[in-house]
């Protein structure tokens, strides 16, 4: 059965973003004691794009420059730039090195090349570029981690968010039209996060990238969501909706979509069911989380944009009474 394609870059990225402590930490050990984590870290991706404009075209691979400060102060600053790569490229190190010289020669202080390479061709291992010719040489040597090269079982009991994510990522790869399985590996995954003491707010960040990277049809995210939700009830024993709407709202507001798509044509019913169906889901989450909601607080509910509906989905997990969920609203009507 042909299953959505997993969106890997999506997953990365994201995750760089919200844990790039932590993806040094694991991945890049020596980068990670080097740097004064107590000074302000700058996400600089988007001069990438304008020293190489012509690589920005480029599919299933993440960039990203990051201006940090050196724990020793000599030199003081430093950019990371950071390649995650989802398949074989033969132009990879050669890109490697166009983006440390120009970033070299652009901003005159260390460059620190680092690459993950989460494709499936073990023997692809680019980790130099250079060349030495009639006495001149040159050459830069980057670092590299193979996800294939990680033990699964050491990543399982390791409570970092980038080894849950390298072990989706590896989930994703062995589950490709095999939709049970990956069903099967999804629950056991969340089952699994839900046990290593994350945070909430980390517990939703790393759901995201399950999404992202674990993708099911229809039937099956639906059967998943009923699963991890029993999971949920037995970890914490309440209904604490951790879970993702987001793609159970996207199937029920499509066949809203389509049903009301007859009389009000496809755009205009397809938009309309979505947000009703994110907006029902959430509603009933609210009420096994705080309690039936009176009529006022339903009224206002209707209001929101389906923006605001799913950051709400996010939002109610932290609320214990009704009085949380109304001051979110006062909050966003203000």
Not at 50 to 73: C, H, S
Request: glycine share 6%; proline share 5%.
């Amino acid at each position: 059965m042909d299953l959505p394609p997993s969106d890997f870059d999506g997953a990365w990225k994201y995750a760089l973003e919200q844990f790039f402590a932590p993806f040094l930490e694991l991945f890049f050990p020596k980068a990670y004691a080097a740097i004064d984590w107590t000074q302000p870290v700058t996400f600089r991706e988007t001069e990438l794009q304008q020293i190489a404009p012509e690589d920005q075209a480029g599919q299933q691979r993440v960039d990203k420059l990051v201006r940090v400060r050196r724990r020793d102060g000599t030199p003081a600053w430093v950019l990371v730039h950071v390649e995650i790569q989802s398949q074989h490229d033969a132009s990879f190190a050669e890109r490697m090195f166009r983006y440390h010289a120009r970033l070299f020669d652009r901003d005159r202080i260390p460059v620190v090349s680092l690459a993950v390479l989460g494709d499936e061709a073990p023997d692809w291992r680019p980790e130099r570029f250079g060349y030495d010719l009639w006495g001149c040489e040159l050459s830069l040597r980057f670092p590299t981690v193979k996800l294939l090269d990680l033990d699964l079982a050491a990543l399982a009991a390791t409570p970092n968010p980038f080894a849950v994510l390298t072990l989706l990522h590896r989930d994703a790869q062995e589950t490709r039209g095999q939709p049970d399985e990956r069903l099967r590996r999804k629950v056991a995954r969340y089952r699994a996060l839900l046990n290593q003491g994350y945070t909430a707010r980390d517990v939703r960040t790393l759901l995201r990238l399950m999404e992202h990277v674990l993708r099911l049809d229809p039937e099956h995210a639906r059967q998943a969501f009923d699963q991890m939700r029993h999971i949920e009830m037995e970890v914490y024993g309440m209904e604490t909706f951790v879970t993702s709407f987001e793609e159970i709202g996207l199937a029920e507001g499509l066949a809203k979509g389509r049903a009301e798509g007859l009389a009000k044509g496809w755009a205009e019913g397809w938009a309309e069911g979505l947000a009703k169906g994110q907006r029902e889901i959430v509603v009933r989450q609210l009420t096994h989380k705080i309690g039936v909601l009176p009529a006022a607080l339903l009224e206002r509910l209707s209001a929101l944009s389906t923006e605001q509906v799913l950051a709400l989905g996010e939002a109610l997990l932290d609320f214990g009474s009704l009085a949380d969920l109304t001051a979110w609203l006062a909050a966003r009507e203000a």
